[in-house]
């Protein structure tokens, strides 16, 4: 299993802002908002800063994966929570059951803000991932982690407010860029799939494992510390179509599963990405495989970061 030579993308392809309807936003307000945040999520909200975002999850008691997020402060007692829309009604029902007593009431901000994805000389340059700039009341880019070598950003802007400057980038070049970057969002067909770790989210910021307790947080730490942990995510490339949910089979195994499809997209010069959660004894040797153990064959590229394995 190894790395195959990726097809070549044109870099001035690969440049650009794009809409990102499929992203929604939960918002967060009150004078709590920012310590609900903080006992509800797998980071640290409490010592958020106006210049910051965080990567977090959303977890079950059992610590699986309900939701994840792009979270930041508008103002100190106005967050947003941005998120794939397919999950905000779920997730916001669910987070509201928590509030209680805390002063923070939690609203459905899809319609009221636009979400844009920036890539290469439409992103800032050198800004570290999560790091967040923008005024009050305007637009807000928030660093991503960067994808074939490309700067990128999430551009969150007040509904009405004029699109980002950029040329226009088609969304399916960043779909793939999101791919490649190796940071999967929770979407609906992998909600309560796995645990953050199985999707790096250690190795990425999205676990603060010295903050206290939240949902599942037993469960996570567990799973750092206690060398519980067989799964993780890694990038792959196909010759034919993945999607998101999809079974991954070892060829040594028909019956059982080895990991499932968490990301996927295609590689706009031919082929398919996907980011794979998976055991990671599956990567030793033998061949993987999409949908059954006779499937498409999934070659294993290198991840974009190296891996957190002590916190």
């Given at each position: 299993m190894n790395p195959p030579t990726l097809p070549s993308?044109?870099?001035?392809a690969l440049h650009g802002a794009t809409p990102l309807p499929q992203m929604g936003i939960i918002r967060v307000q009150g004078e709590d908002a920012a310590k609900f945040l903080h006992g509800q999520l797998t980071q640290d909200f409490?010592?958020?800063?106006?210049?910051?975002?965080?990567?977090?999850a959303f977890c079950s008691a059992k610590g699986r994966m309900l939701?994840?997020?792009?979270?930041f402060k508008l103002a100190h007692d106005d967050l947003l929570l941005v998120c794939s829309r397919d999950l905000v009604p779920a997730t916001l029902k669910r987070l509201s059951m928590f509030v209680l007593r805390a002063k923070a009431r939690l609203s459905d901000a899809s319609a009221e803000f636009q979400?844009?994805?920036?890539?290469?000389?439409?992103a800032p340059a050198g800004a570290k991932p999560w790091s967040k700039s923008g005024e009050p009341g305007a637009a807000q880019t928030i660093a991503l982690y960067p994808s074939q070598g490309l700067p990128r950003a999430l551009w969150v802007a007040p509904a009405g407010h004029p699109p980002p400057a950029g040329d226009a980038l088609p969304e399916a070049h960043w779909a793939w860029l999101d791919v490649m970057a190796g940071v999967a969002t929770l979407t609906q067909p992998i909600a309560e799939a796995f645990?953050?770790?199985m999707l790096n989210y250690e190795s990425v910021g999205g676990v603060?494992?010295?903050k206290g307790c939240y949902p599942g947080q037993e469960v996570v730490a567990r799973s750092q510390f206690r060398g519980t942990l067989k799964r993780r995510a890694f990038l792959v490339q196909a010759d034919e179509p993945l999607t998101v949910g999809q079974d991954v089979f070892h060829s040594s195994d028909a019956e059982q599963p080895?990991?499932?499809?968490?990301?996927?997209?295609?590689?706009?010069?031919?082929?398919?990405?996907?980011?794979v959660s998976m055991q990671t004894s599956a990567v030793a040797g033998g061949s993987l495989h999409a949908g059954s153990a006779t499937g498409p064959e999934l070659h294993l590229l290198p991840l974009p970061y190296p891996l957190l394995e002590d916190v």
């Open positions: 993308v044109p870099l001035p409490a010592l958020l800063g106006l210049s910051e975002a965080r990567l977090a939701a994840s997020f792009v979270g979400v844009w994805g920036l890539s290469g000389s439409a645990v953050p770790q603060n494992f010295k080895c990991g499932t499809v968490a990301a996927a997209a295609a590689n706009p010069a031919g082929g398919w990405s996907a980011t």
